[in-house]
């Protein structure tokens, strides 16, 4: 199955889910905007609406959607508008991007209850959409953290 997750700088977020269990692939890239094919250039001037995002193929019978929106929600900050740590622009969103209407279902309730849970102090600003169509980023993009030594 395939879920996908904007949470800041895609380098960060794929090398996470990349060693999660159950993960069978991941791959980095551009969602969610106007420009089509765009490169990382384009995505960082802020102005293609397109948001960094992992794209993930998971095997349900190792780890449940719900069990992916925990490693999603506890590995970010789910309530700064456009920024993570440094990083500022649309482009390092968050966002989850749903599949089929069952992840739709899911990726709501579980927003509705952690915002309710007061975890934070300021309200979730996640947004969740449908997924369009996922662009793949650069070659040197993907699994950057293994290939540079992180």
């Known amino acids: 199955m ?15 889910l990349s060693k999660t269990k159950g993960i069978k692939s991941t791959q980095v890239g551009y969602i969610g ?5 765009p490169t990382y250039e384009e995505v960082c001037t802020d102005r293609t609406g ?3 995002a992992v794209e993930v193929e998971y095997d349900p019978n190792e780890i449940s959607y719900e069990e992916l929106l925990d490693v999603f929600w506890n590995n970010h900050n789910p309530t700064t508008l456009n920024r993570q740590g440094p990083d500022v622009g649309i482009q390092y969103r968050s966002a989850i991007f ?3 209407e069952k992840q739709k279902e899911v990726a709501e309730k579980s927003k509705t209850q952690l915002d309710s849970s007061k975890k934070y102090d300021n309200p979730i600003v996640t947004e969740i959409t449908p997924a369009p169509t996922f662009y793949k980023a650069e070659e040197y993009h993907q699994k950057y953290f293994k290939k540079n030594g992180f």
Request: with cysteine; glycine share 12%; charged share 25%.
């Open 33 to 37: 905007g106007n420009l089509p094919d």
């Open 50 to 52: 397109h948001a960094e």
């Open 98 to 100: 749903y599949h089929d």
């Open 2 to 16: 395939k879920a996908t997750f904007g949470a800041g700088c895609f380098w960060h977020v794929e090398d996470l």
